[in-house]
Every structure is written in C-alpha cells, then in structure tokens.
C-alpha cells in the first residue's frame, strides 16, 4: 500500500566517512562510515511549486502587515514579509 503513495523527488545515497574528536587504544582519531540520505533541493522546489495541493498556500511576491493602524510597528513573521 505504501507503493501506492503519491513520490517525490527520488532519493540518493552517498557513503561517507567522518573523523571523531576521541581516540582509540592507539592514539588514532575515531572514524566512522555513513550514510548520507539527500534530496536535490531544484527537484524538490519544483515538486512543491508544481503540487495541485499547494497551490492556494503559494506566495510568490511580498507583503508587509502592521501591528498597527497607524502603520509605525510592521511585522515580519513569514518568509515574504517584508518592507
């Protein structure tokens, strides 16, 4: 049932090998192998702006909002507010 959800961009997996700040028995500096889980940011976005869901929450220019009638105290609380 799960195959049967709509998919996003697809997924990539990179092995990656990071360096710790403790050491071993030796003296050595503690490594570890990983996995490295990503998205590419472009595929995504166009994912996002391309969904029928989203499409009513979309904001494409931006806005400025006062606390005030007097407009002296704006507010900045989203990513298009701005002045």
Not at 50 to 64: C, D, I, Q, R, W
Request: proline share 6%.
């Amino acid at each position: 049932k799960v195959d049967k959800l709509p998919h996003g961009p697809a997924w990539s997996c990179k092995k990656v090998s990071i360096q710790g700040n403790q050491t071993n028995e030796n003296g050595q500096l503690l490594h570890e192998d990983i996995e490295l889980w990503t998205w590419d940011p472009v595929e995504c976005i166009r994912d996002l702006i391309g969904n029928p869901l989203f499409k009513e929450h979309m904001v494409y220019t931006p806005a400025s909002t006062y606390a005030d009638h007097e407009g002296l105290h704006h507010v900045i609380d989203d990513m298009w507010m701005a002045d």
